[in-house]
């Protein structure tokens, strides 16, 4: 069975997405659930955060919760992974809303014997992660990781639009609107930022 990891920072991960904490809050709930319904639906899943409702989303899910360490993404992804019985892992970002199963699919098929694959965001850094092994990943996030981590041995990039679309900006959101999923459409729609329909 394919595992998945997914860090959540929580609302504090996201501080360029609204000046409201609690708007901020509600909108990073929505997409982590609606990157959880994708998850559940193709392997098993682990949340790795310190946010609370954010762990209460993941076990409502049926996701395992895995404590942060704190230290950023990677060190929470290394938290998420150990443990896991060699075999193919994903490592999904929680801040891409319209992800939906078959794009996970597609990642999971992309990795090459021994390898790994991935999916960029268009500033060069990593939204999602296929590795063959969980013992291929290494903590090389940040600006410019998505060539660190193909460097890393045999590796293919997938062009699967949803997994390119990440969320840092309410601008990003917006831009997205149409193609997100349910909790994040419902979501923009309670705190009146698009017309309810």
Known sequence: MTSVVIPFAGVEGKTRLHPSRRTRRVLSLAMLGDVLAAAVAVGDVRVVTPDPDGAASAREAGA????????????????????????????????????????????????????????????????????????????????????RFRALGRAATVDVPSLADDVDTLDDLMRLEDRVGPRTQMALAMAGLVPAT
Request: glycine content about 16%; hydrophobic content about 45%; proline content about 12%.
């Open 64 to 147: 395992e919760v895995v404590d942060d360490p704190g230290g950023g993404q990677g060190l929470a992804v290394l938290a998420g992974r150990a443990g896991l019985e060699p075999g193919t892992i994903l490592i999904l970002n929680a801040d891409v809303p319209c992800v939906v199963p078959d794009d996970l699919r597609a990642l999971e098929a992309a990795i090459p014997p021994g390898g790994l694959s991935l999916a960029p965001a268009a500033d060069g850094t990593t939204n999602a992660l296929g590795l063959a092994d969980p013992r291929l990943f290494r903590p090389l996030y940040g600006p410019g990781s998505a060539e």
